[in-house]
């Protein structure tokens, strides 16, 4: 436990432990974590935190600010998958990969692997609630993927919603549950498949990204193009996590639709709460979002400056509604 760092060492130590837990799951610079850590204790800089420790007996770290940390990950250029991750595992959520080889079958030139994710919270154990999330792809999407991970047909999300890979191969719209996803890893370049290190390597970093945001006890944003969407439209669907679902009990949570330039929100049947207003229904937000009036190419507002305010202002209204979660390495 950690509720305090007196001194220069002890705060190194803490960092140094927390970029452990997250390098295990991906890669991510030292210097862009710290400095994510240091804003989400409230510090501009590792400067002015190092400056207040030599000024003060010690510096309160029980208490954290994750929308800090995320945007000023994302300010320094991580994605913010990579940022929503790491938020992840600050609120104690790890995952176990495993990626098994198969047997060779001879009637198909590529290498297969048996692949299971078990999330887990570092308290509470396997979490069991349901995880929905977008399926990473590989290499690029004009040609054939050196290799690429598909789910079990029993994780795969079918619905009006649904997104499959380019060419229409398999669904990327998944939902693990009951404390687990699997599927398989398909390696179909025969350099990869002699040397496979890097390529188990890439696969469990792209599933930490996309898994660990998707189990955050505090909600799931998802914003992504189904099948068939043209391209100034966007489907959103975000999920309360299991300790937000918890403590807000019979309440739903009201978000005010953000305001910005040439894009239009329209939250889908039962999200409405008001003109300027959107709802949570049983943890639940669906909502699309379009180019108003401007091709997607010539808005001026990104559609990851959307995806930004949105998870702004879910993060705030939570935090005023009590969702307050320790870190870790407090709890």
Known sequence: MHPAVRTTAELEQLFRSVHADVTLHFALKY???RQGLCAGLGFKSHAALVAALKTSELVDVSGFNHLALIERLQAIGNSHETAEAVSSIIDGRRLSITIK???????HSNTSYYLEVIPQDVSAGVVTSPFFFIMPLFGNPDEEPPYQVDSAAFYRHS???SATRPRGRGLLTVEG?????FGGLFIYDPNQQ????NCKRTVSAALARKILPAISPRFNCQLYKPDGYQKEAWKLRVSLGNYAREKLGSSSPVLEIPSQKARRFSPDEGYR???DKMQFKDGLLEAHIYSNGISEDENPTSIDAVRAEVVRSIHLALAALGVNIPPYWNA
């Open 31 to 33: 210097d862009h974590l």
């Open 101 to 107: 080889k198969q047997p060779q079958n001879p009637r």
């Open 159 to 161: 619905s009006e919603f």
């Open 177 to 181: 549950t009951d404390g687990k996803w």
């Open 194 to 197: 002699l040397e496979d290190t």
């Open 273 to 275: 709460f008001s003109a």
